[in-house]
């Protein structure tokens, strides 16, 4: 059974805060260079988000870089840093040390606590308006290479038993990337 082959400008493994950013910011350069570019996110997980660390503390500097209007699109930052504390801890103590103390990547003032998921799942929304295409639930599987150059991606084969044969339902991955000639 041959495999489909969808054909891209970039495909970008991984729907993460740096895949889906990469997406959005090809959509705008394409776009300030008055020229299409069709741009592909493949995410193993079930949907965009369910792969990822659930929080953190976030700078916001590189999205307000990527989208000066993240607040007003309601992206999901909404817990601001008020204080930072540190301790050192014992079996038995703790001990608080003073903010004076520590280097100034410690000093979380000026950014957030969020779910990571819930970023990836707003960035995805904005790579989706600018007319990124994702594909959940697709897994890379095999990179695929021409002349010495990445062509693309194989996606996983659907329907394989524990066994390694064919079900029933057996689907051979799909291809995406740029010129992908024949089957492979």
Not at 103 to 115: D, I, K, R, T, W
């Amino acid at each position: 059974m041959p495999r489909e082959a969808m054909e891209y400008d970039v495909v970008i493994v991984g729907g993460g805060p740096s895949g889906l950013a990469a997406a959005i910011r090809l959509k705008q350069l394409a776009a300030e260079h008055r020229r299409e570019v069709s741009v592909c996110v493949l995410e193993k997980g079930s949907e965009v988000g369910a792969h990822i660390l659930s929080g953190a503390v976030i700078d916001p500097r590189a999205l307000e870089e990527l989208n000066p209007e993240w607040q007003a699109k309601g992206a999901p930052l909404n817990t601001p840093v008020t204080e930072d504390r540190f301790f050192v801890l014992s079996a038995t103590h703790s001990w608080r040390l003073p903010n004076w103390m520590q280097p100034p990547l410690m000093s979380n003032h000026g950014m957030y606590v969020a779910s990571l998921g819930n970023l990836c799942r707003w960035l995805a929304q904005q790579a989706e308006a600018l007319g990124v295409e994702i594909y959940a639930g697709f897994a890379a599987a095999e990179t695929l290479f021409e002349n010495d150059a990445v062509r693309g991606v194989a996606t996983g084969d659907l329907g394989i038993a524990k066994d390694g044969s064919h079900k029933a339902g057996y689907q051979p991955g799909d291809r995406a990337g740029t010129n992908l000639a024949g089957d492979s």
